[in-house]
């Protein structure tokens, strides 16, 4: 596999390729920010964008979707529940083939509902769902502190502690991390029940 993660924008955005090394085939996760730079790196890998896949709805992550797509031809992916532009939809459990790669969605609202994790080869791309050290805000539109809640605990959690993680901003002490370290070190991971997650997700 080929994994590129780019930081992008002016907001500490991370946007990753994903490409399969026989088909060269590929898609961009997130291409909010620097398109033509995003572009020029595929191209020098000799890869084919035919997919961008959006985590989530929100402007940072989803402003070069129709730039990538007018250029490449490639579709855009999102979660079903997204009210944007799509030419494909997924719901939790889908796979999405990117050559001989297979990259599976987990529904993940709680920072808004469409959001979406992709695991692909032991990596877990988690957009604004977890970062290191931290998770995403619930107090945006459409965000929900109780399906947050069940979103880290009752999906990423479940994980194995090897997967590693990629978030959508670099607002960690280090750029990727793992499940098993956040489970260890994320203060926001801590174990809790749902009620006083929700508290916690309140407090100024």
């Not at 961008?52 to 579709?75: F, L, M, P, W, Y």
């Not at 459990?93 to 790669?101: A, C, M, Q």
């Not at 604004?128 to 947050?148: I, P």
Request: proline residues 3%.
């Amino acid at each position: 596999m080929i994994f590129k993660q780019i930081p992008v924008g002016t907001f500490q955005n991370f946007s990753y390729v994903i490409g399969d090394d026989a088909s060269k085939k590929a898609a961009l996760v997130d291409p909010a920010w620097d398109v033509e730079e995003l572009l020029r790196l595929c191209e020098g890998l000799g890869l084919k964008v035919i997919y961008v896949i959006n985590t989530h709805s929100h402007h940072d992550h989803v402003q070069g979707d129709e730039a990538v797509a007018r250029r490449t031809g490639a579709k855009i992916v999102m979660h079903s529940a997204s009210r944007l532009k799509k030419d494909i939809e997924v719901r939790d459990g889908d796979v999405i083939e990117i050559g001989s790669l297979k990259a599976t969605v987990i529904h993940t609202p709680g920072h808004c509902s469409d959001h979406i994790c992709l695991l692909v080869d032991g990596k877990l791309l988690t957009g604004d769902t977890l970062f290191v050290g931290e998770c995403g805000r619930t107090d945006l539109e459409g965000g929900s502190a109780s399906d947050m809640y069940d979103s880290l605990f009752n999906k990423i959690l479940k994980l194995d502690d090897s997967i590693e993680v990629y978030p959508g901003h670099d607002y960690g002490s280090k750029t990727s991390s793992t499940i098993g370290h956040e489970r260890q070190n994320n203060y926001t991971l801590r174990p809790r029940t749902k009620e006083e997650f929700i508290r916690f997700m309140a407090e100024p």
